[in-house]
């Protein structure tokens, strides 16, 4: 398939299924916003954390994967876990057990098990016990977390538990002699054991479990089918895998370090505007495409939101691994030291006014914007129009992003703008007043872009593409962007 007819799926998706995808939802997952790598990566996201990849997010996406259509991936605070599962404001949490005694457990339903969790008791030198019932003293805990083994001793005091909020926070206060012991998961031992290797586990383990799903009553999601999906990827040994890799340090995944331009806009990259704080992303299609391309390669991903002007250097430094908006027009010098992908769709630019003005649909030609000024993005290239700003006979005015540029528009401080074909699919569809000349400029196939110092390989990358693209999860990407 080339691009450009891609392109016009795409296009057409958005129309055909603008409304329905949005009315018909997902099956959404939570995560308890305690846990930390390798069990779950996260996008820090000025404090409003994203999960990106870990062991319960795999275990999570084979599921929902498995089961087929929508779904998502949230985190929540454990304190509202049972009235998040209660009142079905997600549906299921796959890293549980009916063993943790949650207050909730009679009010969900639970799955078959996943695989089997247990604990280690970690210090700095060696254990001196030989078995859970001799532990004594101070235990370094997460806030809420159930330890089965050791609970009615908690309880009655015998031992005394020294909460953190998380896992990080408890290593802290261990190995800064705030306690002299901590608990950890066997598989978070391994991690933090190659990160920290003064650790000594225990010669024992404690509190095996079987992990399980644990399912709100209220959802649309049966226990029976998602018992039978966890019997599927029980065959095909998804689970076993998965934890097989999150058991060695060698194994375990990486995470691969993905540039967002801060400059772009909706439908590309969605930022909070609710928040207080500034740089809070909620989402968009290149923010998509990377969690997709994510689970697709096994790895997380940890984004760096930087100017367009800083993300090539970047790159090509290897500072930063990947870049999905990119092409070789725009890199320029830099484009010999990046690998390219396969195009993911082609990109043409618009010049945008307003229906008001009439000059704006006899612009038919490049000739025809001689001695006009127009709005343009901070270091963006546009390479057609790049020699009338050099000769002056075209007035370039940047702002910091597209959708900056069409509030210049609206009142009227820029005559014109200039719009890639996405961005004015979107902000047409918020303000009927815009029109585009008929006059198409600089097309190009907009691909990703790994840098030649990173270890991350371009076939993998073209192969996630393709199955974004077979999958029909590529057109689901863009669908909803133009909504939001």
């Given at each position: 398939?080339?691009?450009?007819?891609?392109?016009?799926?795409?296009?057409?998706?958005?129309?055909?299924?603008?409304?329905?995808?949005?009315?018909?939802?997902?099956i959404?997952?939570?995560?308890?916003?305690?846990?930390?790598?390798?069990?779950?990566f996260?996008?820090?996201?000025?404090?409003?954390?994203?999960?990106?990849?870990?062991?319960?997010?795999?275990?999570?996406v084979?599921?929902?994967?498995?089961?087929g259509?929508?779904?998502?991936?949230?985190?929540?605070?454990?304190?509202?876990?049972?009235t998040?599962?209660?009142?079905?404001?997600?549906?299921?949490?796959?890293?549980?057990?009916?063993?943790?005694?949650?207050?909730?457990?009679?009010?969900?339903?639970?799955?078959?098990?996943?695989?089997?969790?247990?604990?280690?008791?970690?210090?700095?030198?060696?254990v001196?016990?030989?078995?859970?019932?001799?532990?004594?003293?101070?235990?370094?805990?997460?806030?809420?977390?159930?330890?089965?083994?050791?609970?009615?001793?908690?309880?009655?005091?015998e031992?005394?538990?020294?909460?953190?909020?998380?896992?990080?926070?408890?290593?802290?206060?261990?190995?800064?002699?705030?306690?002299?012991?901590?608990?950890?998961?066997?598989?978070?031992?391994?991690?933090?054991?190659?990160?920290?290797?003064?650790?000594?586990?225990?010669?024992?383990?404690?509190?095996?479990?079987?992990?399980?799903?644990?399912?709100?009553?209220?959802?649309?999601?049966?226990?029976?089918?998602l018992?039978?999906?966890?019997?599927?990827?029980?065959?095909?040994?998804?689970?076993?895998?998965?934890?097989?890799?999150?058991?060695?340090?060698?194994?375990?995944?990486?995470?691969?370090?993905?540039?967002?331009?801060?400059?772009?806009?909706?439908p590309f990259?969605?930022?909070?505007?609710?928040?207080?704080?500034?740089?809070?992303?909620?989402?968009?299609?290149?923010?998509?495409?990377?969690?997709?391309?994510?689970?697709?390669?096994?790895?997380?991903?940890?984004?760096?939101?930087?100017?367009?002007?800083?993300?090539?250097?970047?790159?090509?430094?290897?500072?930063?691994?990947?870049?999905?908006?990119?092409?070789?027009?725009?890199?320029?010098?830099?484009?010999?030291?990046?690998?390219?992908?396969?195009?993911?769709?082609?990109?043409?630019?618009?010049?945008?006014?307003?229906?008001?003005?009439?000059?704006?649909?006899?612009?038919?030609?490049l000739?025809?914007l001689?001695?006009?000024?127009?709005?343009?993005?901070?270091n963006?290239?546009?390479?057609?129009?790049?020699?009338?700003?050099?000769?002056?006979?075209?007035?370039?005015?940047d702002?910091?992003?597209?959708?900056?540029?069409?509030?210049?528009?609206?009142?009227?401080?820029?005559?014109?703008?200039?719009?890639?074909?996405?961005?004015?699919?979107?902000?047409?569809?918020?303000?009927?007043?815009?029109?585009?000349?008929?006059?198409?400029?600089?097309?190009?196939?907009?691909?990703?872009?790994?840098?030649?110092?990173?270890?991350?390989?371009?076939?993998?990358?073209?192969?996630a593409?393709?199955?974004?693209?077979?999958?029909?999860?590529?057109?689901?990407?863009?669908?909803?962007?133009?909504?939001?």
């Amino acid at each position: 398939m080339d691009s450009r007819r891609f392109f016009l799926i795409l296009v057409f998706l958005v129309v055909c299924q603008g409304h329905s995808t949005e009315a018909a939802g997902g099956i959404k997952f939570g995560f308890n916003s305690s846990n930390a790598p390798p069990l779950l990566f996260q996008f820090e996201n000025q404090n409003t954390p994203i999960p990106t990849g870990g062991l319960i997010y795999e275990v999570s996406v084979a599921i929902g994967e498995e089961l087929g259509g929508d779904y998502s991936i949230v985190r929540i605070p454990r304190k509202r876990i049972a009235t998040n599962i209660i009142n079905n404001k997600i549906d299921l949490i796959c890293h549980n057990s009916v063993r943790w005694r949650h207050p909730f457990a009679d009010g969900a339903l639970w799955s078959k098990p996943l695989f089997t969790h247990t604990n280690v008791l970690v210090g700095l030198t060696t254990v001196p016990f030989v078995s859970p019932d001799q532990i004594k003293g101070t235990i370094g805990t997460v806030e809420n977390y159930v330890y089965a083994d050791l609970e009615d001793r908690f309880k009655s005091k015998e031992l005394q538990r020294s909460d953190s909020p998380t896992i990080e926070v408890s290593i802290k206060k261990l190995l800064t002699g705030r306690v002299p012991y901590i608990l950890l998961s066997d598989i978070e031992y391994t991690y933090f054991k190659s990160l920290y290797p003064s650790l000594q586990r225990s010669t024992f383990a404690l509190d095996k479990t079987d992990i399980q799903c644990s399912l709100s009553k209220k959802s649309r999601l049966t226990l029976s089918r998602l018992n039978r999906a966890i019997d599927r990827l029980h065959e095909k040994q998804v689970f076993s895998k998965i934890v097989k890799r999150y058991s060695d340090p060698e194994t375990t995944p990486k995470p691969v370090s993905y540039g967002l331009n801060s400059n772009d806009s909706p439908p590309f990259i969605h930022f909070d505007k609710t928040s207080e704080v500034d740089g809070t992303v909620r989402g968009g299609v290149f923010f998509d495409i990377a969690l997709e391309i994510g689970k697709r390669i096994q790895r997380p991903i940890s984004f760096v939101l930087l100017p367009r002007g800083r993300l090539d250097a970047r790159l090509a430094s290897g500072q930063i691994e990947l870049v999905c908006y990119d092409t070789e027009a725009w890199a320029g010098q830099y484009a010999q030291q990046y690998h390219w992908s396969t195009p993911i769709f082609r990109q043409s630019d618009f010049i945008v006014g307003h229906q008001a003005d009439p000059k704006v649909a006899k612009i038919r030609t490049l000739e025809d914007l001689k001695g006009k000024r127009i709005g343009a993005v901070l270091n963006f290239v546009y390479p057609a129009l790049t020699p009338y700003f050099e000769d002056k006979s075209l007035e370039r005015e940047d702002a910091g992003s597209g959708a900056a540029n069409v509030e210049k528009l609206s009142v009227k401080r820029v005559p014109l703008i200039l719009l890639n074909s996405l961005e004015y699919s979107y902000y047409k569809s918020k303000d009927s007043r815009l029109q585009k000349a008929p006059l198409e400029i600089d097309p190009v196939d907009v691909k990703c872009a790994v840098s030649k110092k990173s270890t991350l390989k371009i076939e993998e990358i073209n192969l996630a593409i393709q199955d974004l693209v077979k999958t029909g999860r590529m057109q689901k990407i863009f669908a909803p962007s133009y909504r939001h």
